[in-house]
């Protein structure tokens, strides 16, 4: 059988490994570990000539003696070699009543349990996994080493929108700078392609490590040479973007990112690359970064009726929309934040007008009619045609704008509840204005399913399904887990109806009881009523 002969340097020190090309991967590791004269729980890194992270495994590729490896210890075991005493003192720590405290407490454990309990088998088990992580990574980007990246269930960041309305500068300035130094960060291949698909889970990451990763989209899609985007433009206009976005229950700029990503991820699955112009993919992605920016929490219903100042100034024609795109192209009119800035006059006019266009087709009272313009051109629809195309690129940030429930339920479902928040904030405010409450939002009348069944079924599913006649390979990845939330739904509806039928007949008896036992006039009634209405 073959065998591999790998050169590499420890310290300085020339070593050579041997081993079959069969050679199981911890056999390979251990060999290594043994050539570094590492402990089980120290961590190796081995590098190429080139001085990049290479993976130690059954894998690796021959070399000779004078194109050597170099091998590292680059995080060691305490217990195996104890830390400079002089940097633990100065940062603090007595190694030695540390590892006492230690002690007793693993001690106090055993003592109290009987035996080690399951949780610290499970924090070892993650330790073990984290440390398998580190020394696979082929790169030292730790942006989103930490991530789980399954299918399994994150909580949401609690308590998002229990902030000032407009970000502070110190929450700006300390975001912005964990941006700066991210931002050169190595994103890896697993979440380069994890990015790409609509079960991306959003509540994972900080809203310094979603701009990398707005980033990392307008890379991967090759604008930054194409367009010729400098990356620091690049960067203050994504930080801008994320100033300028309210801390709100649900229009923030986390749903700035949903929306991106969601866009980003139809770009890939529908190959839109091969089929339109690149210009046409910049106006999209742009689009959906900028659709909701500066959005205060109340639509347009609100904006209308309350007769606000942008309801004034848009003549009630899509307050918020006009908005939005006002405050993008106000971002863009700064030399430090124009990613167009390097573009012709031609190709900036086309830019605006595409971006407007998306923007302004967010506005769901536009909803039926843009639906209806699309059927209507579906059996004829050419991609060389700019009518065409410009309807396809509304709709696709409308599905973008909505697509919540497309996604895993442990990931939407949590959404659902800071949009209803936001609704149940701007009803509120309807009724202490005597303003028209809007019926969807009014949380004595609307639950989580009753506000979700209609929606799905009259609004999502038709446009999801007109999408998907274009491009069928979409009916698995949006059609399919929107079908499984509309059933979702409908069941809690139904468990909802049925304990309120169950508890109608005790709320009777009660109702009952109380009237025998004791007589409310009509003038009490009246009296209280007009106490009530001076009270409000």
Not at 95 to 109: H, I
Not at 190 to 207: A, C, G, I, M, S
Not at 247 to 272: A, E, R, S
Request: net charge negative.
């Amino acid at each position: 059988m073959a065998a591999k002969i790998i050169y590499f340097t420890v310290n300085g020190r020339p070593e050579q490994a041997e081993f079959p090309e069969s050679c199981p991967a911890q056999d390979v590791k251990d060999l290594f570990r043994s050539a570094a004269e590492a402990g089980p729980h120290d961590i190796l890194k081995l590098y190429n000539p080139k001085g990049n992270i290479i993976n130690i495994s059954p894998s690796l590729e021959p070399n000779s003696p004078n194109s050597c490896y170099k091998l590292e210890v680059v995080a060691a075991d305490c217990n195996s070699e104890p830390l400079d005493m002089e940097l633990a003192g100065a940062l603090g720590f007595d190694l030695l009543s540390m590892e006492k405290r230690l002690q007793g407490l693993e001690k106090k454990l055993l003592m109290e349990a009987g035996e080690t309990p399951a949780v610290v088998y499970e924090m070892k088990k993650q330790v073990d996994s984290f440390r398998e992580k580190l020394e696979s990574v082929e790169h030292l980007s730790w942006l989103g080493l930490f991530k789980d990246l399954s299918d399994e269930t994150h909580k949401p960041s609690p308590f998002y929108h229990k902030r000032t309305l407009h970000k502070t500068r110190k929450e700006c300035e300390h975001v912005r700078e964990k941006f700066v130094q991210m931002s050169s960060l190595e994103v890896s291949d697993e979440v380069r392609q994890y990015l790409k698909t609509p079960t991306f889970d959003n509540w994972q990451w900080e809203d310094a490590e979603i701009m990398v990763l707005l980033q990392v989209m307008y890379t991967d899609l090759e604008f930054i040479p194409t367009f010729d985007i400098e990356p620091e433009v690049l960067q203050h206009f994504l930080f801008e973007v994320y100033r300028r976005y309210n801390n709100i229950p649900f229009h923030n700029f986390k749903h700035c990112f949903c929306v991106t990503q969601m866009m980003y991820g139809l770009i890939w699955l529908t190959d839109l690359r091969s089929k339109m112009d690149g210009i046409d993919l910049l106006i999209m992605l742009t689009s959906a970064v900028c659709h909701d920016l500066d959005h205060m929490g109340y639509n347009n219903a609100y904006q209308i009726n309350a007769r606000t100042e942008l309801a004034l100034r848009y003549n009630d024609i899509s307050p918020l929309e006009n908005h939005h795109c006002a405050v993008a192209f106000e971002i863009l009119e700064k030399a430090e934040s124009n990613i167009f800035r390097n573009l012709s006059v031609d190709q900036y006019k086309r830019i605006r007008e595409g971006i407007i266009k998306c923007i302004l087709a967010t506005d769901m009272t536009r909803h039926n009619e843009i639906l209806i313009k699309f059927k209507s051109i579906l059996p004829t629809f050419d991609f060389t045609n700019k009518d065409h195309k410009d309807m396809l690129m509304m709709i696709l940030i409308k599905v973008s704008d909505i697509s919540n429930e497309a996604r895993p339920m442990e990931v939407a479902e949590p959404w659902l509840d800071c949009l209803l928040q936001e609704f149940y904030n701007q009803s509120d405010v309807e009724k202490l204005e005597g303003l028209p409450v809007t019926p969807f939002m009014d949380r004595d009348k609307v639950t989580k399913p009753s506000s979700q069944t209609g929606f799905i079924r009259f609004v999502l599913l038709p446009l999801f399904m007109e999408l998907a006649n274009l491009f069928p390979c979409l009916e698995q990845h949006i059609i399919d887990p929107v079908r499984k939330a509309l059933d979702y739904y409908t069941e809690m509806e139904k468990a909802l109806e049925r304990e309120k039928q169950n508890r109608a007949p005790t709320e009777k008896i009660v109702k009952s009881s109380d009237t025998c036992g004791g007589r409310h006039s009509s003038t009490d009634s009246q009296s209280d009523a007009e106490a009530l209405k001076a009270d409000v």
